[in-house]
């Protein structure tokens, strides 16, 4: 901790290793938010996240979701159940596979083909149609399978660009991956602290915890409809204990220091359907839906006013 | 005013003449509040109503609604489009008709019988069955028509009990009114000034303006709802300029200085669907509905700490 | 029977006397709608219904509502509790007060001016201003003035313009009512049958019965806005029964041959909130809202026809 | 085709190697449904359902839903994208990991671990307490590692107790796994085809896709709340083509061939906010929400009628 504050160097956790897109959105964090950091790979984001509670580490950045895959579990479990740490920035990657191989390797030399397997189902069309002798090697990342080739314990693997880099391989065919467009969204994990300030683009990520009986969510729904909040994400999440009951991992536009947020989180407090406030941060992608009227920080302050007024007979 | 507060005697308006359920209703108000007060009837509602707003009255006294009528349109239009005024405490009178006659009349000698026109209304049935030769001479009050007998215009009025011993008359036929258990709900009118302090048991009286658009009433609605405000009286009035556009006339458990009431308040102010706030005041009939678990004023005070603590970063 | 039927000319009742301004609307409808017809006065709301329900009329025409005193309640109350009729027609007739007078009568001469307590109510300002000293006298009715001034039992009366001709008045101050662009509608009722054929500008009337629980009305005004049913017109009714439960009169666009009325209604059975269809028949004002896409009757034929193939496995 | 009619015997895939959950789930499926079946095991869940499409299966079983991690992504994508099947039964499996070797191996000897990276996930906790030294060996399934132990590939294996018996494994410690309790959901999808006939107990597939703006998704709940049908499941899917645009993949209580069932569904395809019915079929676990009054055939039937004999005047 010393060194870090003498050098004035910031210390962050990510899901290693090395050449990970995890990798490449700490970078990009880094320089957009603080210049200069120290970035430590982990085995796993639950690892990495620990780093940041036991105070090691000053953040840690894990992939939140994917376009294609939906919500990374690991990093929602660790949200909804672990130890609370407040999201604090947001950046989205681009998701595209490189097939990466030995510099010289031939195509024609490919016998085994690494990734995780979910990067194996971003593959698996490409595979078929022009390797179709190779064989699939799970590992436990893409990085890992691109480290492997590398070491000569596999033929190619499929990842991130940044891995090539990385671990001196060579892009032999570039964007192998099946779905076009494909985005992850990382977060930036700190320990509980104030948020960063309002910037008139924010969002504010939540985990309701919604009853089991019939119109529940309804009701949970209708408290931000009635204030004019904006969900842009909605995903449910088994409860681990029962078939059938659901968190919510909710993504809504605007800062719990807005009036028209702070009222929706209070609401969702009285009815006990608040399970973690995740924290308010600066969006990365897209505006917010404009305000309406009646949810606006003046068309609050004006209604609270005169309500007072009425109470003292003012 | 001198002599008014020398005598710490109050004086209040109600629409006489002497001997209306008005006067009945203001007396059982006083004597709940005040102790004796000097009582001034009035020629109509708004002539009440214009005496507390010149100060030469400190309150009012007039019908606001009917069992069996609905809302009573001349103080409704006032409470809505008069000079502000608030209501400060209610009051439950049923409403009997008696067959009044002259001391020593007999029924055969019966050939005109006055009473307002909403009285006739109430007696029609018993009219036609028991004196079925006798004219319904429509006057501007039934107090007025037992006027009329004691000054031997009429024969006999349809008319309050109490009108009976205002004007020396005797009650041939106690209760010859159509409706059984027919009620009048009565209301003081006072000042603008601070409403009287919450007793647990408070009704909140409100003029809604809803917008012409479809969903709008549900909107507005949905606001009490999910608050767990509930209502016990929602009545429409015509705007008075386009047909079909309606102001809603609310009465909802609950005070203003209760958490609860005081948000949808704001609410409604937010969304400019609350025309007034009529004032917050002890029920005189009924109970209110317990209030929700998650609409209660602890309820309120923790959701409300623990957002500006999360605000704060505490 | 037999003779209406070799002339073919209809006999309507409407709340008489001649000269009102349902009699002003009821030959605007029978314009309108069948030629010419035998018009019969009765003496009241309640009479002119049971000429029709006993068949001794074919129609009746009343007042429904009118922009300033909103619903009439012996009209509601009829059509709530009576037996059973059914709105076929509307029509609307501005309502204006003409002071009327015998031919040569002179302004300084008027000692009485009669009128009902609802006409009394709109010409209460002007009289106050123009005709101080004069006496207001409740009548029956408006009509019943004018013919008590050509009786000569009183000096004016405030009525239609039409009751002048009819009791060969002249009329000496026009439009001395209140409120500008006063309407009355009014509505023709027939013995139960077929509604008329859908004009694609129609309106359905009901009367709905709200529990008394929270959040019951919320719930019956969903099931119209999720079928995209705008609502005209909503008026609380007392139940006559108990303070604070209420019926509510509503106008609807779209007629009972729609399938989203039928759809609705059919919901508001099973919900046991509907107590009347009032009837479904051409809008005799305005237009409807533009169907929204979800409700049209294509829109529902196809639904309809898929949800079968899939029951079918075709 | 024409040996499997002789036979009279069904051909069913599924998500193999032999020795998986999915084996279990679709032996437990043929004995209540068929009798005995040729099961064919698959080398994907796409390939099971490609069986089935091409008509060379009859039907498949695949995992549907876990406890643990929620919808599984691969059979979610294919039931909302790939070619329509229908969901016409399901299953529920207990899910218990063994820790299996080659008989006679020593917990000492263990310096492999295999599984499936979702086995691992379940495993972590146990490993590191109870083998730290162990090297954790991702593989395509959990059967496949037991396959590997069987060849002498790994030392060990986390898999299902039927991969046991099916590899000639031993159970070196039984159920290892973090998560109590742990199930597995498997549904039957065949070539659609008329529904199974209601038991009075079903289930109703849907994926809806639901608008991108606010409250969108409230009134496609509300929907289902308005008719009484009750959700017992619903997860967010990502489109695949843009960040922040779900489907909703939702179970319900009751069957298509129920009113209320076929109303909301109806009333979804109007919305166009259906985009596949996935079958009805019967529960195999819990039992379905008292249908409330207003959603029983029988208030559909009657109300139906109802308008019905409106319309016709009858």
Known sequence: MGQRESTGRQRWAYLGPEGTFTEQASRALAERLTGPIDLAPAGSVSLALDEVRTGRADAACVAMESSVEGAVPVTQDELTHGEPLLITAEAYVPVTFDLLVRPGTDRSAIRTVGAHPH???????????????AEAVMTASNAAAAAAVAAGELDAAAAAPVAGSRYGLQTLVADVGEVRDAVTR????????????????????????????????????????????????????????????????VDADGHLNDPAMADVVAALIRRQALLRWLGSYPRAAGVNEVTADFATPDAYRQADDQVRRWQRGG
């Open 186 to 249: 990382f977060v930036l994990l700190r320990r509980p602290d104030r948020p960063p300030a309002p910037t008139g683009n924010d969002r504010t990520s939540l985990v309701l915890s919604v009853g089991n009986h019939p119109g529940s969510l309804l009701t949970v729904l209708g408290e931000f409809a009635s204030r004019g909040i904006n969900l842009t994400r909605l995903e449910s999440r088994p409860t681990r204990s029962r078939m059938g009951v659901y968190y919510f991992l």
């Open 119 to 133: 990067g194996h189902a971003q593959i698996r069309g490409w595979l078929a149609a022009e390797l179709p002798a």
